[in-house]
């Protein structure tokens, strides 16, 4: 593995922590991975197209942020 690859693999466990292993350390984790990216981007898509021209269902990084901030309340 080149020496470019290592210090980005390292910076990047550094950042995010250990692997995770559960769903949700799988959520809090691509949040982590994802911080700066707009709410608005889908990060799950369900469908385009079904319910009219440019309509896209699914999940949005927002939605995920809102469900993490649920699933910790609990």
Do not use: F
């Not at 709410?39 to 309509?55: K, L, N, P, Q």
Request: hydrophobic share 35%; aromatic share 2%.
């Amino acid at each position: 593995m080149p020496s470019s690859h290592r210090r980005i693999q390292q910076e990047t466990i550094e950042r995010l922590g250990p692997a995770p292993t559960t769903p949700l350390e799988r959520l809090h984790h691509t949040l982590a991975a994802h911080a700066e990216t707009p709410g608005e981007w889908m990060a799950v898509e369900a469908t385009t197209g079904i319910y009219g021209d440019g309509i896209r269902t699914g999940l949005t990084m927002d939605d995920l942020r809102t469900l993490a901030a649920l699933i910790k309340e609990k």
